[in-house]
């Protein structure tokens, strides 16, 4: 989900009751937060820290927006992907690649 | 406040969080904290960051921990590994995905897009 105007002062919880609630996922269900930094690499957010250091590099560009990957799903070890982590992470790109594609086509 | 940003590396599960570059803690509560967000806290690891040469060089006393950050410019990439494995080294870089996976993507997706025309 790409999400914008962030209210910078939401904690952890908040933010994740927000997420549930946009996404439907009951309070029982396990969620798996991560977001792709500047260098690249699927950053998992689990603790306040994590999430300020996600907006504190979204605040640098409000107007790119933070994607964060939200996963129904918690890794089954530590230093594991989330379960269908590398084919959603890859539909998004390829969705991102079409439209890009498709809306250049159009100028 | 300066800032230096760690980047953990554990398997195929990446973390990131910024601590002030002049008061980064002590070794013991940086790798008591690692323990705790990774969710690692009954193994044995060892922990690692790469030079400016490209070494990988062993994170384990107040000394070296000091030193790694100073490297921070301001983003220091720490890997973390299970000990009993292969001597501490620089993991391969995971991919999220393989390049056929990401065209059989497209190609599903960019027939998705197509649907709407045909049926028309």
């Known amino acids: 989900m790409l999400i914008s105007d962030l209210d910078l002062a939401m904690t952890y919880t908040q933010v994740c009751e927000e997420v549930r609630t946009m996404c439907g996922v009951r309070k029982e269900m396990p969620i ?8 690249g690499d699927p950053c998992t957010i689990s ?22 990957h939200v996963f129904p799903s918690i890794p089954e070890k530590p230093g594991m992907p989330c379960p269908g982590e590398d084919m959603l992470i890859c539909f998004e790109v390829a969705v991102l690649y079409t439209t890009v594609t498709q809306y250049t086509k159009q100028i | 406040m300066l800032t230096s940003v760690f980047l953990l590396q554990y398997g195929a599960e990446f973390r990131r969080f ?22 690692i806290a009954n193994m044995e690891v060892m922990i ?13 006393n107040d000394e070296n921990f000091s030193k790694a950050v100073s490297t921070a410019h301001p983003l220091l990439r720490i890997f973390i590994q299970r000990q009993g ?15 056929s996976q990401f065209f059989l993507a497209l190609f599903v997706f960019s027939r998705c897009m197509f649907l709407p025309h045909i049926v028309r």
Do not use: C
Request: no cysteine.
């Open chain 1, 32 to 39: 798996t937060l991560k977001w792709i930094d500047d260098e």
């Open chain 2, 48 to 60: 690692g960051y790469a030079d400016v040469h490209g070494d990988l060089l062993p994170i384990n």
């Open chain 2, 85 to 99: 494995t292969s001597s501490l080294s620089l993991p391969t870089h995971i991919p999220l995905f393989s390049l």
């Open chain 2, 18 to 39: 910024s601590v002030d570059r002049l008061k980064p803690g002590k070794f013991d509560e940086f790798y008591k904290l690692i323990m705790t967000i990774h969710r």
């Open chain 1, 47 to 68: 603790s306040q820290m994590e999430l300020e250091e996600a907006f504190r590099i979204y605040s640098r560009d409000p107007r790119s927006g933070l994607l964060l």
